[in-house]
């Protein structure tokens, strides 16, 4: 019967320090419009969840909306151009 003991220490080779290393604030602060339009969309949302949606509600739900498909236009047109070597 094997041990399994030299298999774990090449899976846990790396140790885990907790704090995310600087590409990935990098690509945070790159998602960050993104992660705000939806933080706005969801506030939309709840705001009706106990209540019937008005007219402002519905309006402001949809503004929401776009404003996340465009900071999502707008990451991958972005990761396109960074990928393509065109300037960003």
């Not at 706005?40 to 996340?68: F, G, Q, S, Y």
């Amino acid at each position: 019967m094997k041990s399994i003991a030299a298999l774990q220490a090449v899976v846990t080779a790396n140790p885990v320090d907790g704090e995310p290393s600087d590409a990935e604030l990098d690509a945070i602060e790159r998602e960050m419009p993104l992660i705000l339009a939806d933080v706005e969309l969801l506030d939309a949302v709840i705001k009706t969840l106990d209540r019937p949606a008005t007219k402002l509600d519905e309006r402001r739900i949809r503004l929401a909306r776009h404003r996340v498909m465009a900071a999502r236009r707008d990451l991958t047109n972005r990761a396109v151009l960074t990928q393509s070597g065109g300037a960003a």
